[in-house]
């Protein structure tokens, strides 16, 4: 499960931050964690984890023009 | 991000209304709102943004026969 | 929705339990509470329902290569 | 439980709606909930479930004058 | 509703103060809320309101030998 | 208090109904739930309270440009 | 209080167990506690206390059919 | 903000009491906490800070008659 | 388990109240606990329970300064 | 309201990020709210809505010496 | 952090059960969370991860008696 | 208490940020907040206060390998 650590893992001491981001996309809510993360990506490193805060959208004509899907990334510190 | 709203765009005084509607589907998640966004729009318009509140569904013969989301859809009132 | 029963259903004195898994999927949110719910109907009969609880997942070299998705499942007690 | 849906009940697609009302009672709790069923019966049709969201009462003379229950109630939109 | 006011009260100005008190019973839920209205009755004034915050009970022999419930009470404080 | 009834106010058997609104105002958050009560009180009748749910705001040229304010309001059921 | 501990009892070091369950009646909220109380006591013992977690009821031609409390009860592990 | 402590005070061992009161205010929100403080500050000392714990109001004539706040005042315990 | 009484124990009718502290240690957060404990059972007399609610705590040239632990505490009211 | 598009906007795939801020003012709260988004803004460009998380303040002689809003500021990372 | 994989962990697929115990204590909030783990270490396999719920005790004589701990524990589902 | 000010101190429009980081220790919790503390004082500085957000521990072998804590640390912004 998300949170489990194989025998062997070493992650004592380790700290790590979690930023809070939007992302969006017209196809759907998991395409929205996707963008968000591949941009988080561009300028993080060792991205860990991630948990889904808010699921929201934009409506233009009674129909779905934009998923935006709030969630905190984590990622370890060096 | 979801809420923001472009330079010159004028809602000074606009007020706007939440419908809180469960929506159902057998084939995911987001179809389920999708559903719940076409229905609302038959009778209520300037639909402008809707809210994920709960996701859950029915199990029948251990599988999901139908996912059903509540949002709340937020309107214009003129 | 998610909670109505239609008339003529018997189910006065019923009493039901939740438990509470996490499904894990590569492929996305909806598929982790399918796996979830296909391995709690292996052992557990008289599923009724499910309710999302929170979505997660892991990033492996800034991509997301699991999505886990804690839910709780209720059944009948018999 | 609550959610449940036997085997050839058919939803697929549908959309329910909830609203939020506020029953009053000087019996007890259970009656302020049954009030506002009742109340709520007489404009609103296919009635489905309901959640109790808050408890509270008013005190008059050190004694409950008014139990107030707040419940959402849901009803399937045609 | 627990809230409104009727035209002509005039409570401008008015502070109130709330306490959190814990009711017990062998009867039920309502009763226990009414033995802790009956005892802050007896050294508070101007008892207002009050809102359940949470429903416990203990077991024996596996049967409720007590109910227990959390409530606020509000008072005016003159 | 908000709750406080006075004695001699009869209203055992009351029903309210919440509806979920959301003011802007380019002055103040005050002055947002003002506009949503204006607003609401132009169709409504027998308004009785309101709770503020949510404080939003909408930011141009890093400045606020809207305060919105999401409420709900109690009014009484005929 | 549902907590509290008269001196003299020795219970450093127990462990205990939660259970969620949903019991239902059609009498009251009340009777729906002890339905689920009575279930588990068939099989589970030690029972020590529960809390309740959520209210709900099913509606029939506009009226409780069901009601629907989720409780946790727990149970000290030998 | 709100919880800095500045090098050199001394707070070791120090104990704080919080307690929960309603303020009410004709004018607007900010003005019922300034009434709750007031009126705290006439019989407790040592009066520390404040947390507003929920913004309610009284409607009258489809107009606010009251703003109503609910705050936390802390003070140390001598 | 915090909640279990005892067979044989009484406590029909009895009645409890709530307190709300925050209790201060440089060495860590369970000795700020039982620091509040220590000044509430001065004063206090039949203390049952405590609840964690908060844990924080000030920083002083990048170290912990003070472990502030907010808690309730259950005392019966005779 | 604080989410609503109008036609035309063209958000798809913008990512937006959320940081946590602490205002403070001894004018009031919204004028603590607008000192940090005043702050924000000298550094941060894009800034899109803010949401208010708590309201709290200091004492000092009995009177309000500063309030603090803490509040998350969304702005779209390019 | 608690939730990361290492590059190379295959859980694609993997399920998850969490329960909810109670462990206590005399000597303060961490050894009780070593008791509940240290018991349901006995009796369940592949316990991967665990998340502190509610931190409570019970008083005896003006001291806490029993730290009472709840957490979930999560393990894998073979 | 973990939000006073002293008189005499100003920090009126001061603005303080808040980062959310996760600690991890072998030896406990505190410990594990002592350390994200410490990493985070070796690139920020006027670090003011920390808000424990949640607990949570990594399983190895039956026995807790990793504690990890999130929590919310808040500075002073220049």
Do not use: P
């Amino acid at each position: 499960m998300g949170d489990q650590k194989q025998e062997g893992c070493n992650m004592t001491g380790h700290v790590y931050k979690l930023v809070e981001l939007v992302g969006s996309s017209d196809k759907g809510s998991d395409e929205a964690v996707r963008n968000a993360i591949e941009k988080a990506a561009q300028t993080l490193h060792h991205l860990d984890w991630f948990e889904v805060i808010e699921t929201r959208g934009q409506l233009v004509n009674g129909q779905i023009a934009h998923w935006q899907v709030t969630l905190k990334v984590g990622f370890r510190v060096e």
